[in-house]
């Protein structure tokens, strides 16, 4: 019964109603889906848009972030070029047989505010890093100074300290030092120096590697000079140090 | 997903600024002790990471590089396996720093009085004013008690 139908209505020409329906809804289903593309599409160009703005934006404040980072990182420099300047004006060989406190206090100032200006702590120069070093040496030295005059004589222990010293030393290496011991009750101050500048030098190093007993030693060696001192403490006693935070006053 | 992303990109970059703003940051480091070298004496060996004196009868002097950045060592440390009742294991800690012709030098000595089975510290202070760093250590020789070791060395800096 189908099959004659359908032959029929080809014969006639005519579309049937059903078929007719059909092909409205893929229409409105094809509208609708390009719709949604459509909107998809839209949806995306205003984000990408929006994503480009706010990128543009984020890029333009980290320019000018930069720009200030540069020129608070060319204004370091200057200052560091700045510092050297200043604090080479005293000898940077210290002369050994005055202890260093006033050449120290001379320099404590200009060092501070070097080191001192950047409350941002901006990273130290070399320069700075060197002189910040110097100080602290020169500082230890006077600290040394200070509690070895402060001591008073222990003479048992001073006078087998001294003997210890002058018999460590006394080995034909050490020939080319004059030597002079000071001890008290927990440090010695040795004073060492020499003329013969070949023998010279290689015989205070090695005195200065050696020391008599093993104890907390702080020494300075001025080959211009061809003098040096040490600090030695004896056993289980320590040498004073440079408290850093004292560096930046 | 996007503002997620964004939002994890900044927190890095804050951390990053002041990481680098901050130039008084505590640093450590620690190396291990195949990091020293024989001086004299002793017979140099090695246990994992770690320095021992293979020797019996004799001790081992080694030095070993400090390793430090720009700013002061505030403190710093030796660990060692002390297994010899009747040496101590010591270490030396040396700084040196010259300028023009002149050399300030220091030297800050440890000593382990007490040995055993366990890992000790040899602890040293800060070394302000230090340029180039180094200790030297004596390594116990070999006794009944076991092998002595030096393990590893540590710097804290800023």
Known sequence: MTPSKTMDTRRSGSIPAETT?????????????????????????VASLYQTRRAAGQIERATGELASLRS???RVEQESRRAPLIVQVPSRAPDVSVEPTARANAVAAPVADSAAAPETH??????????????????????????????????????????????????????????????????????????????????????????????SQFYYLDQEHQKGFSYLARESAQLPTVDRATLSD | MIKRHISVIGALAIAALFSVNDAKAVDGKTYSGL????????????????????????????????????????????????????????CTLHY???????????????????????????????QTGADY??????????????????????????
Request: aromatic residues 8%; neutral net charge; charged residues 20%.
């Open chain 2, 96 to 126: 040196e720093y010259a300028s023009g012709s002149g050399i300030f030098g220091s030297d800050e000595p440890k000593s382990l009085s007490t040995f055993g089975s366990n890992v000790q510290t040899m602890s040293f202070g800060a």
């Open chain 1, 122 to 215: 901006a990273p130290l120069s070399n320069e700075q890093i060197h002189e910040r070093r110097r100080l602290a040496n020169e500082r230890r030295t006077e600290l040394c100074s200070d509690a070895h005059a402060s001591e008073t004589r222990d003479n048992q222990w001073a006078t087998q300290a001294e003997q210890s010293i002058m018999t460590a030393h006394a080995g034909p290496e050490f020939q080319p030092l004059r030597v002079t011991t000071d001890c008290r009750s927990t440090i010695c101050r040795i004073e060492f120096s020499y003329t013969d500048p070949v023998t010279g030098p290689e015989a205070a190093r090695k005195f200065l590697a050696t020391p008599a007993w093993k104890g």
């Open chain 1, 21 to 45: 329906l059909d092909i409205e809804r893929k229409v409105r289903r094809r509208h609708a889906v390009t719709a949604i593309l459509g909107i998809t599409l839209a949806g995306g160009l």
């Open chain 1, 72 to 74: 608070g990182l060319s």
């Open chain 2, 133 to 158: 760093v180094w200790a030297e250590c004596t390594v116990p020789r070999t006794s009944a008690s076991g092998v002595s070791h030096l393990v590893r060395w540590a710097v804290v800096d800023s």
């Open chain 2, 35 to 90: 990091q020293c070298s024989r001086l004299s004496g002793g017979s140099f060996s090695t246990y994992f990471g770690t320095v021992t004196n293979a020797s019996s009868t004799s001790d081992m002097n080694v030095i070993c590089p400090f390793v430090h950045d720009q700013g002061d060592i505030n403190s710093a440390s030796v660990q060692v396996f002390n297994r010899n009742p009747s040496v101590a294991f010591s």
